[in-house]
């Protein structure tokens, strides 16, 4: 079945650093969305990417899909410790149900 | 409100008991998702309901799973005989997009807080 990894599985920065996850597919993916989950909470969809090699923005999120659709990352510019939490890629390909990877925690230090 | 709601918020279970789940998903959303998420893991799919039919329970782990939304809003998963692997938190998780299983696969997922069930 389709399989979605994340890497790395937890990284600790201090505020201001720059973070990238990076989430990759087993198979082609029609769609990638992006959860972020804070501790005791539940998944907050960020966005989907739907086109090959799309790039989106918001604020000091940037969200990439690769060109085979295959592979995505999310990098955040100057961490802020608002960032803490667990980031969760989540892939749909054909007509399969969305399977997320096992994400990513962040902590930052102040 | 606004949101999902679920509950209990937290269920503690001795192993056998059967234990119930609710879920109330966002007024109007027609599609409805249930989740089981292990601890340090990622929600893991159980099942998908439109309105009230069950489309797709391929993620349910055992025949002790079982799930309903009978007049297509309020929906219940219910665990029978629960073991100490059925320990997570449960997800519940709404979409406003009908459509096709496939459209509503690819739409944006609202989650509850979840339940999170613990069995001694």
């Known amino acids: 079945g389709q399989q979605v990894m994340q890497i790395p599985q937890y990284q600790h920065v201090q505020e201001g650093e720059d973070f990238t996850t990076y989430c990759n597919s087993s198979t082609t993916l029609s769609n990638i969305q992006w959860y972020k989950q804070r501790p005791g909470g539940h998944p907050v969809f960020l966005i989907q990417?739907?086109?090959?090699?799309e790039v989106k923005k918001q604020k000091r999120l940037t969200f990439q899909f690769g060109e085979a659709k295959k592979n995505s990352s999310l990098h955040i510019t100057a961490t802020q410790t608002t960032d803490v939490g667990t980031y969760f890629c989540?892939?749909?390909?054909?007509?399969?149900?969305?399977?997320f990877g096992k994400g990513t925690m962040l902590l930052v230090s102040p | 409100g606004a949101g999902v709601s679920q509950s209990p918020r937290y269920k503690v279970a001795k192993r056998g008991q059967d234990v119930a789940l609710r879920c109330d998903p966002i007024?109007?959303?027609?599609?409805l998702f249930w989740y089981q998420q292990a601890l340090g893991q990622g929600p893991e799919f159980l099942t998908y309901?439109?309105?009230?039919?069950?489309?797709?329970k391929s993620g349910l782990p055992s025949d002790r799973f079982f799930a309903e939304r009978p007049e297509g809003s309020v929906s219940t998963l219910k665990i029978q005989r629960t073991q100490q692997e059925d320990s997570a938190v449960y997800l519940c998780?709404?979409?406003?997009?009908?459509?096709?299983?496939?459209?509503?696969?690819?739409?944006?997922?609202?989650f509850g807080n979840g339940t999170r069930l613990t069995v001694t």
């Open positions: 309901f439109q309105n009230e039919a069950q489309l797709d």
């Open positions: 998780a709404s979409t406003y997009y009908s459509g096709t299983a496939h459209s509503s696969y690819n739409s944006p997922l609202h």
């Open positions: 989540a892939g749909h390909s054909g007509y399969s149900t969305l399977t």
């Open positions: 007024s109007g959303h027609v599609s």
């Open positions: 990417l739907v086109k090959s090699g």
